[in-house]
């Protein structure tokens, strides 16, 4: 079964169910190395950097978006 299969198959069970799994998979990650736990951030940024990449989208200022953030909560 691949990841994909096994993630519908898991989005079709009630909302306990997966609150209970989700925490077990966080709770399995909590006994990895330090080692493999960069090593899986590094995927991670790597693989965020790639779909950034390939969106072509162009960023924002921080400055910008912190002062539309404070004008619509004012």
């Known amino acids: 079964m691949s990841i994909d299969e096994l993630e519908a198959e ?4 009630g909302p306990q169910a997966r609150a209970r799994l989700a925490a077990r ?3 399995s990650l909590e006994s990895l190395s330090i080692e493999e736990s960069e090593q899986l951030w590094l995927e991670e940024a790597e693989r965020r950097d790639a779909a950034w990449d390939a ?6 200022p921080a ?4 002062k539309d953030a404070i004008a619509r909560l004012s």
């Open 63 to 66: 400055a910008d978006v912190f």
């Open 10 to 13: 898991v989005l079709k069970l």
């Open 55 to 60: 969106s072509g989208g162009t960023g924002r």
């Open 25 to 27: 998979l966080l709770d």
